[in-house]
């Protein structure tokens, strides 16, 4: 079974630029999570969404980040401009329709660095 | 709103030796699902070892086991018999129960081995 792809794998962009990540979750996985983790911390959610519809954005900085998924499956997750304090890892994660656990499938990740 | 605590940012463990990682977590909830996650250098996070609070028994995966204390809200990991493999950052997470609860992951902890 592949497991969730994450592009690219490392970007480097100037403040004020914006840039663009892309997810393929594993192949019948309804749930798709975005993260951020900072160097040195956990990973924090940003966003949460359910087929195609967000359950959860709570703490998504909608100023400037925004994020899709398309038909449910592929998701990207756009920064418009970026910020110094962006520069972190983001990481993808997927999880099946199924109760119990909720069990998350986590993608390799994009490093930001944000000059 | 919950929370993850791991107060030791580092350890470090003999090869072949047995190394405990702490964490608690605060939350009001009775039905819940406490998780350990592991992440390589590579970055990409996979899942150690989960635990469903209803259950007395602690969880055991091969060498890595649970100490679960619900009412402590204490959930301790232990590695035995410790690899070179095993180096990682180690987070404990929460989940409550329900379909669209979120991951709230604690600080982690680098774990080294020494040969």
């Known amino acids: 079974e592949a497991g969730v792809a994450q592009s690219p794998r490392y970007k480097i962009i100037e403040k004020r630029q914006s840039v663009a990540f892309w997810c393929n979750p594993i192949s019948g996985h309804a749930t798709l999570y975005w993260y951020q983790q900072i160097l040195g911390q956990g990973p924090k959610l940003l966003i949460q969404f359910q087929n195609n519809g967000v359950v959860d954005d709570s703490q998504l900085p909608k100023d400037r980040f925004s994020a899709e998924r398309l038909k449910g499956v592929d998701s990207t997750l756009k920064i418009q401009p970026a910020k110094l304090e962006d520069s972190a890892v983001y990481l993808c994660?997927?999880?099946?329709?199924?109760?119990?656990?909720?069990?998350?499938?986590f993608g390799p990740g994009t490093r930001l660095t944000v000059t | 709103a919950q929370t993850v605590t791991q107060s030791q940012p580092e350890m470090s463990v003999q090869e072949a030796e047995t190394v405990t990682l702490s964490c608690t977590y605060d939350?009001?909830?009775?039905?819940?699902?406490l998780f350990w996650y592991k992440q390589p250098p590579s970055r990409q996070m996979i899942l150690v070892i989960r635990?469903?609070?209803?259950?007395?028994q602690n969880a055991t995966e091969n060498r890595f086991s649970v100490n679960f204390q619900k009412a402590a809200k204490s959930f301790s990991l232990k590695i035995s018999d410790s690899q070179l493999g095993d180096a990682a950052m180690y987070f404990c997470a929460y989940r409550r129960s329900g379909a669209n609860s979120k991951l709230t992951f604690g600080k982690g902890i680098t774990l080294s081995v020494r040969p």
């Open positions: 635990q469903e609070a209803y259950k007395q």
């Open positions: 939350t009001s909830e009775s039905d819940y699902y």
């Open positions: 994660a997927s999880s099946p329709p199924v109760s119990g656990s909720y069990e998350q499938y």
